[in-house]
């Protein structure tokens, strides 16, 4: 069954990369860890609240697997309120290093604010393609990028990025905890 725009969640989740080229499949692998956890703490939420639970996590936000064809993104993430995107990244720090990055917008002038949540970033946002800045959802597109240690061709994640995944899952499950609260989960 085919859903239309008005009945997908608000929220979605996307996991971008190539799983032939390293740690290019980390965003995959990480978004399957931190789904469990979130799936997880939601129905611990359901139980522990009774008649005061939160909606279920499903009904609020969707998890997206994007893979590296940016163009078939855009009929997942039209019409979405927020979207969140999680991709491995090449910067100047540590393999494992967890950045976030909040891409606000003002109804019909486009993106306006751009906060870092790590720190000061050493790069401006030029890496994000040109269609997050067109057509942002109404509350934003949230950005965690995390730092890659080899992009070549192959499969499996290199050993530095491996050692941190138990960190890297961590921090992306807590970004993604907070974004979905914000969003009323």
């Known amino acids: 069954m085919i859903e239309t725009a008005q009945e997908r969640p608000p929220v979605a989740v996307v996991a ?5 080229r390293h740690d290019d499949a980390l965003a995959v692998r ?16 359901l139980r522990g609240e009774g008649d005061h639970a939160p909606s279920a996590p499903g009904s609020l ?3 997206v697997e994007g893979g590296s064809d940016t163009a078939q993104l855009e009929l997942v993430l039209g019409n979405r309120r ?8 090449r910067l100047a720090g540590r393999p ?3 950045h976030h990055w909040h891409l606000a917008c003002t109804p019909g002038a486009g993106l306006t604010d751009i906060r870092h949540f790590n720190g000061k970033p050493a790069f401006g946002m030029q890496h994000l393609a040109l269609w997050l800045e067109d057509e942002l959802p109404e509350h ?11 992009l070549s061709e192959g499969e499996g994640l290199s ?5 941190e995944l138990s960190t ?3 921090q992306v499950a807590g970004i993604v905890i907070r974004i979905l609260e914000d969003e009323g989960w």
């Open 159 to 163: 050993p530095p990025v491996r050692r």
């Open 168 to 170: 890297i899952c961590s």
């Open 96 to 98: 494992g290093t967890v």
């Open 16 to 20: 971008m990369g190539d799983a032939s």
């Open 82 to 89: 927020r979207v969140v995107l999680i991709d491995a990244v």
């Open 61 to 63: 936000f969707e998890w």
């Open 30 to 45: 990480v978004m399957g860890r931190v789904r469990t956890l979130v799936g997880e703490i939601g129905c611990r939420r």
């Open 140 to 150: 934003g597109t949230d950005f965690i990028g995390i730092q890659a240690f080899d």
